[in-house]
């Protein structure tokens, strides 16, 4: 649009001409006087038809909320007594000379003015981009782009490299289920949708790719349990020739930097954040994720911690052992032995780390097993057979003995840190198009039946549908 003022920027034009365009946020009918607010994604101001401006009037009349108009007016101080301190805009008003409708709108099935809290949600999320037009859904997305755009620049400073990884790739156990996708070109083949990057990133380490991160979309088949979402983003970095302080110190740079920059009203209760055993945790508060907030009343505390030295095997209900976190994790230096000769396992420590906030697990990572030996022997005490650790991870395996630095990193939950930083309640605020707790993507419809075409073309047959 020619000569568009954006309407945060009105007050630079007091006394001058502009034209905005948005949508209509209220419009409130004295007769004479016809009020219309129009909102766009900078801000809201308030606009006045006046009599005197016939044609612009008579239209004015006819406007409802969330049509799509462009107005040329006068932008005029309002008198003293007329100042609305509340409102960025206050003190400005404009006086309608022209409008014009770029698209009239059906009445919405929600109300996009309020917070929304009162809406249900599965009509928020059909709605969606309805919904998305409240001005805190807004603030979400604004925020969530702030902290993103942070982040990439100060890791862009620390000399990171962002590397995307395919999202089409092999099953990698993260812990959770896979999605899989049919391989039309390799019948009776799939392909998995990746938990996480977390194998091509350490392959690349051993491509000499020494500061990594990616933000990426992480896919888990997992039933509904509490606020969960089948994709969501992850913050994923790897480093070379690190050892496990040197990542927990740089991640606690990181945090505290993104803090400061994009939420400085927000206070962090303690600097270094304090860590904690995964003993400890468990003996003191129950919890590997505890919220040591001092003051649980007060929406800008930040309560950092670090939960290390987790056992590296559980057992699982069939009596077998499995990883608590990562198969590719090395165990902490001093029980590397007991791993290669498959000894004490239950003594195993991990060099995982876990980082919590305010009670919520935020990220986790740890240094790698850099050789082919470690990862084997974890695979071996979960009890694979050679042949299946061969065909699984042989390609792990085999770029291991090629040469690796040390290597470790970490993975955060970027829906849940911006939910945070926002005192949100859950990750789906801070997600523009979330999907239910169930998986759904009501807006879209998804998931939906495949076509018999599709089916076919993929050698696949659907035998009974529940
Ligand atoms: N891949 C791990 C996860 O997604 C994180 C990591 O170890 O870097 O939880």
């Known amino acids: ?59 004015a009349a006819t406007i409802r909320p969330e049509w799509v108009i462009a107005v040329t007016g006068k932008v005029n101080k309002r008198p003293e007594k007329m100042v609305n301190k509340d409102e960025p805009n ?13 698209n009239k709108a059906d009445t919405p099935p929600l109300d996009v003015r309020s917070e929304g809290k009162e809406i249900g949600e599965e009509t928020r999320l059909k ?53 899989i996708v049919p391989a039309r070109l390799d019948k009776g083949k799939f392909y998995a949708l990746p938990q996480s990057p977390q194998q091509y ?39 070379a020739y690190v050892e496990r302080d040197d990542v927990i110190a740089f991640i606690e740079r990181t945090l505290i930097h993104l803090v400061q920059k994009v939420t400085p009203e927000k206070k962090i209760q303690e600097i270094p954040f304090p860590r904690l055993s995964y003993a400890e945790a468990m003996e003191k508060y129950k919890s590997d994720k505890p919220d040591l907030r001092k003051d649980k009343s007060d929406p800008n505390l930040l309560a950092f911690c670090w939960v ?67 990862i084997e022997a974890v695979f071996r005490v979960m009890g694979y057979p050679t042949e299946d650790i061969k065909k699984n991870f042989g390609h792990m395996l085999e770029a291991y003995r090629y040469g690796a630095p040390e ?13 945070i930083l926002q005192n949100e309640p859950n990750i789906r605020e801070v997600i523009a198009f979330a999907k239910t707790g169930e998986g759904k993507d009501l807006m879209m419809d998804a998931p939906s039946l495949a076509r018999a075409e599709q089916l076919k073309e993929l050698g696949l047959k659907i035998e009974k549908i529940i």
């Open 1 to 59: 649009m020619k000569n568009r003022t954006y309407i945060k920027d009105l007050k630079e034009h007091v006394g001058k001409e502009a034209t905005i365009a948005g949508f209509v946020d209220v419009r409130r009918d004295h007769g004479k006087l016809i009020f219309i607010d129009l909102r766009d994604m900078s801000g809201k101001v308030q606009m006045v038809a006046l009599p005197n401006h016939k044609e612009a009037h008579e239209l």
């Open 90 to 102: 206050g003190e400005i008003e404009i006086e309608i000379t022209n409008i014009v409708v770029i």
């Open 127 to 179: 709605y969606r981009y309805l919904d998305l037009r409240r001005p805190r859904m807004q603030g979400n997305l604004a925020l969530r782009h702030r902290f993103i755009k942070t982040l990439r620049d100060f890791l862009d400073a620390e000399g990171f490299l962002e590397i995307e990884t395919p999202i089409l790739t092999k099953s990698t156990p993260e812990g959770a289920r896979d999605f």
């Open 201 to 239: 990133k350490q392959l690349l380490m051993i491509a000499g790719i020494e500061k990594y991160f990616q933000i990426a979309r992480c896919f888990r088949d997992e039933d509904t349990r509490g606020d969960r979402q089948p994709e969501f983003t992850q913050l994923d970095l790897e480093m």
């Open 308 to 374: 290390v030295d987790f056992p590296f095997f559980e057992k699982t209900d069939d009596g077998k052992w499995t990883f608590t976190h990562n198969p590719f994790s090395s165990p902490k230096p001093e029980h590397r032995e007991f791993l290669l000769k498959g000894e004490q396992i239950s003594d195993i420590l991990t060099t995982q780390y876990d980082i919590a906030l305010n009670g919520f697990e935020i990220g986790g990572g740890s240094i790698r097993g850099n050789n082919p030996e470690t």
């Open 407 to 419: 290597h470790g990193g970490i993975a955060w939950g970027l829906d849940r840190i911006i939910a």
